[in-house]
């Protein structure tokens, strides 16, 4: 794994997180690595862009997640 961290999403098109989310979760299928689950999308937004918007915290949360499979996938495959 290189030193930048480019699997992390913490911004950007839902779509691309969403494709990020799966793609990792089929590795780990394929390494028999078990995830937890990933973040919920959030359901309470008002679409007044918040500040502290359900959305941020949607983002931070899944960038954690993916370091987390991230490392539970390097871990499993070795340095």
Known sequence: ????????????????????????????????????????????CCGRGCNGCVWEGFYVAVAYWQEEAELRLEKRNGP
């Not at 911004?11 to 089929?26: C, E, F, K, N």
Request: proline share 14%.
């Open 1 to 44: 794994m290189s030193d930048q961290p480019s699997t992390l999403v913490t911004q950007g098109p839902l779509a691309d997180t969403q494709a990020r989310v799966a793609a990792l979760q089929q590795r780990a299928q394929v390494a028999d690595v078990t995830l937890r689950s990933p973040p919920p999308l959030p359901t309470g």
